[in-house]
């Protein structure tokens, strides 16, 4: 590979890439994204599916269930 790829095609992709990665985080923290991570987590349940008990019916199918016939 040409030593003119690496200086310049690939370092600036690479400086890129670490500059929207490090913007990326300053912004999660300035918006507070970063602040309780443990009830962001918590969100996604609601009355009907308490914390720590699944009840999508896709889950409780048998195994052993014949495939549908269209």
Known sequence: ??????YFVALP???LI???AV???YWA???GQLQDLEEGA???????EPIGRATDQS???PK???PLKI
């Open 23 to 25: 913007y990326g985080l």
């Open 59 to 61: 889950l409780n199918q």
């Open 42 to 48: 918590k969100i996604i349940f609601d009355e009907e």
């Open 13 to 15: 992709m690479a400086l």
């Open 18 to 20: 670490v500059a929207s």
């Open 1 to 6: 590979m040409p030593e003119w790829f690496l």
């Open 64 to 66: 052993t269930a014949k």
């Open 29 to 31: 923290s300035k918006k």
